[in-house]
């Protein structure tokens, strides 16, 4: 086995840390839910290197080599080092073989290179990625697991139930919660899952330890998402002025009912005519606009447009109501989502189902939504009923905006988030120098 254990002096005070990711810096998701808290992690003084997996797309498309340049130069300015690979879709049963070998054999040399302390994954293949260095290194292993991948793909269509990929991405999973020295999941349900399993493995002698969870959602940059008034340019643009609208943000799969998300609307446009639903997706505007249709809604009841991540506070100034509807699931309890916090930071009261992720402790309480039980026609109906008591003419009372806003201070603050995964780091490289170094640490 290579030795490449770090030196203490790389351990404290000095944090050095190989970030592994599988979602693309270049994506949406890239750009709101991982780039803010490297930038924010170099800023405390976390030395960081960033392996991510960037899309074809986003490597080759010329009109796009601005927005990487633009990325590298803003990374390279925390100092922060990005190593992107090529994301393989094709051939279909292979390209994720052919990433996991990529992205060990790049990673080992990094780690080579760089002598980082901690190695973080986000997500399954990621994980697999980190147990090599991990193994080779000595590096302490942060598995960010984020949902429940195996069952997610399920749902999505793309693995079949108790399948041979299901059943491998189930093993892999059981494999890296052992080998992990932390663990990082979205919700405080599907921690209470993690636990629930531990204890049966410990009731059935297979296992002993009992592994360090943090619960870290998925955060809002609160200065960029604010109570403001709404954008008169965009407005007229977008020809809303006089409208209520109502809308979503993000990608169109499966997991989401856009069937249920439509029906609510049109209960909602009988009561405000002059409503328009605006679903701002990077996807084909071709996928939402037949659900749209089949619920009985007119081609002008709704606008899809593709919105870069820049733009979506300008977008969300105009929105009066946020909806989304998630398939309740095993694997939605593990789900949060980066919209709910964007809304909430926004003052846009949320529109959502029960069952999914934390939503009903978060919102349960509160006058900034309504939690919508189930999703009958009578669920629906009593739900838009209820949700006109969150719009005063064509705005949201003042008092429900600031409710709202309040929300998101509490549980999705990136500056919060971001404090936790330096707790994290800071613990267990103490952790490691204590192993080491016991009788020094101890003279302090």
Same mark, same amino acid.
């Given at each position: ?53 960037? &899309?074809?797309? +986003? ?11 633009? #990325? !590298?130069? @803003?990374? /390279? ?100 919660? &052992?080998?992990? +020295? ?11 899952? #993690? !636990?629930? @399993?531990? /204890? ?119 929105? @009066? ?124």
């Amino acid at each position: 086995m290579l030795d490449l254990r770090p030196d203490v002096e790389t351990l404290v005070p000095g944090l050095d840390v190989l970030y592994i990711s599988y979602d693309g810096l270049l994506e949406p998701l890239g750009a709101s839910q991982i780039v803010p808290y490297l930038c924010a992690l170099a800023d405390r003084g976390v030395g960081l290197s960033v392996l991510s997996f960037e &899309k074809p797309r +986003d490597l080759d498309d010329t009109d796009r080599a601005d927005r990487m340049g633009a #990325l !590298r130069s @803003r990374l /390279a300015s925390k100092s922060i080092r990005w190593t992107p690979l090529r994301y393989h879709k094709r051939p279909r049963t292979l390209a994720k073989a052919i990433d996991l070998v990529i992205g060990i054999r790049i990673a080992l040399k990094l780690v080579r290179l760089e002598r980082p302390a901690i190695v973080h994954a986000r997500s399954y293949l990621s994980g697999l990625i980190a147990w090599a260095v991990k193994s080779a290194s000595g590096a302490r292993f942060v598995f960010d697991m984020r949902g429940f991948w195996p069952e997610e793909r399920v749902e999505l269509g793309l693995f079949r139930p108790m399948g041979v990929l299901y059943r491998l991405s189930k093993l892999s999973e059981q494999f890296l919660l &052992k080998r992990a +020295d932390h663990v990082v999941v979205l919700t405080e349900s599907a921690k209470a899952i #993690l !636990r629930e @399993r531990e /204890a049966e493995a410990h009731l059935a002698a297979q296992e002993s330890r009992e592994t360090h969870i943090s619960v870290i959602p998925c955060c809002a940059d609160l200065d960029r998402f604010r109570l403001t008034e709404p954008n008169r340019e965009l407005q007229i643009a977008s020809e809303l002025e006089g409208r209520i609208v109502i809308g979503n943000i993000g990608a169109v799969n499966k997991r989401y009912m856009l069937p249920e998300m439509f029906r609510f609307f049109f209960h909602i446009k009988s009561h405000l005519p002059n409503a328009r639903f605006v679903y701002l997706t990077q996807n084909d505007p071709s996928l939402v606009r037949p659900a749209a249709r089949d619920a009985g809604l007119s081609q002008d009841d709704l606008l899809v447009t593709s919105v870069e991540p820049p733009d979506i506070p300008k977008w969300l100034s105009l929105f @009066r109501l946020g909806v989304f509807f998630l398939k309740p699931s095993y694997a939605a309890k593990a789900s949060s989502y980066t919209k709910l916090a964007e809304f909430l930071a926004a003052g846009v009261p949320v529109i959502t189902n029960k069952g999914v992720g934390d939503v009903e402790k978060i919102l349960g309480s509160n006058r900034c939504g309504v939690l919508v039980p189930g999703l009958t026609e009578n669920d629906l109906a009593a739900a838009a009923r209820q949700a006109l008591s969150l719009i005063q003419g064509e705005r949201v009372p003042e008092a429900v905006r600031e409710s709202c806003r309040a929300i998101a201070e509490k549980h999705f603050a990136l500056d919060d988030g971001v404090e936790r995964y330096f707790s994290i780091y800071r613990s267990l490289a103490s952790a490691e120098l204590r192993s080491e170094h016991p009788v020094a640490m101890e003279l302090g």
